[in-house]
C-alpha cells in the first residue's frame, strides 16, 4: 500500500511538471527541482528500504540456518550492494531547505548497519553462533529499525516538499489547476487508506501487547503467592532439622560422621537459602511502609557478621568502608534483603578468583543514598550485564545454584521504594552491584534521634 501511495505521488509529480513546462522559466524550474531531486528521492530511498528489509532477512537466514550459508552469503553481499547504492544515490542529489539533517543522518545510519551487518556475518562465519545471534538482536535489528525511521521520515520531507512545489506551480498557472486538484484528492485518498490500514495495525499491536501484559502480571501473581506459601511451609522443618543436626554435631565424636553432619548441615543451609529468597520475593510485592527508615551502619555491621563464615569458608575476605551516619527510607528487613542478596550473589559467584575481597560501601549523593557491593571476582559478559535482574535468570559460572530471584527480588525492592539498582563491571577485575534509597534523615537527626533509631539490625524482621 505504502509503495502503491508513493508511485502515485510521484506520478502526478510528472504529468505535472509535463503540462507546466511551457509556462515559464519560474515553473520550468520547479518542475526540474521535482524531476531531479524529488522523486529521485523518494525512489532510491524507497530502493534502500527494501533493500534494508532484505538484507536483515538474509543475514538472519545466514546465521539461523548454517546449510544455506554459501546462497544466503550470495543473497546478502547483493542486498548489502543495493542498499550501498541506493543510499550513494540518494546522498548525491542535492537537498531542500531543512533537509540537511536528514541527510547527515541517512549517512549515519547506513554506515551503523552496514558494520552491524559485516560483524555480525564476521561472527557467524566464525561459527560464533551465539555472539552472532546476540549481534543480530542487540545492533542489527535496533540499526535496521533505525534506517527505516531515518528513510521513511526522508520519504516524507521529499513528498511534502515536492506537494509544495505542486501547490507553487497551480499558483503559478492556473489552467492546471484541475489537473493538480485531481492529483492532490488521489494523493490524499491514498494517505487516508495507509493511515487506515496502519491504524489497524496499531489497534492489533496494541491488543497483544494488551494480552501480554496481563499475562505477565498473572504469572507475577501466581508466583508471589506460590512463592509465600512453599516459603512458610518448609522454612520451619528446615530449621528444626538444622537445629537438630547441629545438636547431634555437638554431641557426636565420631569424625567420619561429624564430616556427614557438615555435609547435612550446609544442604539445609543451601534449601533454607532458596527458601529464603522465594519469601523475600513473594514479600516484595507488597507496599513499602511510608514511615519506615533504617539506619544502614548497623544493619551492614550485621551482615558482615552474618556472612562471615560463609566468606571464610569460601576464603574471601568480606569487610565494609567507613559508614556515615545516615538513615535510608525503608525498613530494617528491606535493607537487609537488598543487602543480603548482593552479599550472597558476589559469595556465590567469586569462582576461581586469584584476588578475593568483597567491600561493602555507602556512598551519600543528594537526596539519595547509594549502596555499594564490590567483589574482584572473574567479571561479568557485556552482553548479560542487562539480563541480570530479570526474573528467573541465573549466572552459568561455577555451577552455583539458584532460583534466579535473588537480583530480581533487589530490583522489585529498590523500585518498589523510589530507588534505582545497577551493575558495572569489567573481566578479570570484578564487579560492582549497587542500589539506591531515599535519603530519610540528616546526620543530625540521626545523631540526636534518640529511642527513635532502631536499636536493633534485626527489627522489623520477619522470618
Known sequence: MLSLAFAAVVGSFLVTTFIVQRSSAAVGALSESIIYNSAPSIEHLAFVRRSVLETELALSRYIHEPMLRPEMGRILEAASVRVREGTYEYLRLPTYPGEQALWMEVQEAWLHFDNAVRHARELSAANADAEARAMFGQKVEPAARQILEVVTRAIEHNALRGRDLAAEIRETRRQTLWLSVGLTSICVLLA?????????????????????????????????QFAGRVAHDIRNPLSAARMAAELALRKSQDEAAGNSIHRIIRSLSRADAITTALLDFARSGARPDPGARTE??????????????????????????????????????????????????????????????????????????????????????????ASLFDLYFRGQRGGAEGLGLGLATVKKLAEGHGGRVGVTSERGKGSTFWFELQRAGSSWDLVHEGDGVPSSPRQGVNH
Open 192 to 224: 487516508v487508506v495507509v493511515a487506515w490500514q496502519l491504524h489497524r495495525q496499531s489497534r492489533t499491536r496494541r491488543a497483544l501487547f494488551d494480552a501480554h501484559t496481563r499475562s505477565l502480571e498473572m504469572r507475577a501473581a501466581e508466583l508471589e
Open 296 to 385: 544502614p551502619r548497623a544493619v551492614i555491621a550485621d551482615v558482615v557478621g552474618g556472612f562471615a563464615a560463609e566468606a571464610e569458608q569460601a576464603s574471601i575476605e568480606l569487610r565494609s568502608e567507613p559508614v556515615p551516619p545516615v538513615l535510608v527510607a525503608c525498613s530494617t528487613g528491606v535493607y537487609m534483603s537488598l543487602l543480603g542478596n548482593l552479599v550472597r550473589n558476589a559469595i556465590k559467584y567469586m569462582g576461581d578468583a586469584p584476588s578475593r575481597h568483597i567491600t561493602i560501601r555507602l556512598l551519600e549523593e543528594g537526596s539519595r543514598v547509594r549502596t555499594e557491593v564490590i567483589d574482584t571476582g572473574p567479571g561479568i559478559a557485556p552482553e548479560v550485564l
